[in-house]
C-alpha cells in the first residue's frame, strides 16, 4: 500500500463522500433506496457531534475507499462497540488491503474507546465480501433475525 492514509471526512469532503456512496449504493443493487445529497452529509456526517462517522482511504490524493459508523452499546457486556454501516472500495484497488486496513482502523478506534466489537450487516448475495469477512476472523452471527418498521408500519405504530 504505496501512499496510503486514512483520514476522517471534513468539510468540504461533501461531493466525495457522496459520490462513493453512490457508487456503493450502484454496486448493492441500492440506487432505488439512495436519498442521500450533499447537504444530509453535512448535516448529520460533518457537524461538531455526527450523526454518522466517515473515514476516507486515500492511494495518495485518489480517494480509494469509504466507511461510515457509529458507537453502538452493548448493555449485556457494558461496551461500547462500532457498527460499520457502509464500507466500499473501489473496484480498481479491490484486493490492495484498504478494505483490511478500513476495518483495521475501525477495529483500532473501537479497542481505543475501550470497545469489544465492531459489527456489521452483509447482503446475502455478496459472496466476494463475505468471503473477505471470513478471511479477516469475523464471525456470521446467527440465532438473530432483523426487524425494521419504517414507512407505513412505522406511522402506524407511532399512532
Sequence with gaps: MTNFSIRRARNGDESLVLSLLHALASYEKLLDRFHIDEEVIRRDYLCERPLMNCDIAFEGAAPVGIA????????????????????????????????????????????????????????????????????IGAKRQGGWFTYRLQDEALKKMAS
Design 68 to 135: 461510515t459508523w457509529y458507537w453502538t452499546y452493548h448493555s449485556f457486556a457494558a461496551r461500547r462497540g462500532i457498527f460499520l454501516e457502509d464500507l466500499f472500495v473501489t473496484p480498481e484497488t479491490r484486493g490492495k488491503g484498504y478494505g483490511r486496513a478500513l476495518l483495521s482502523h475501525l477495529a483500532r478506534n473501537a479497542l481505543d474507546a475501550g470497545g469489544g466489537q465492531v459489527e456489521w450487516e452483509v447482503l446475502d448475495w455478496n459472496e466476494p465480501s463475505i468471503a473477505f469477512y471470513e478471511s
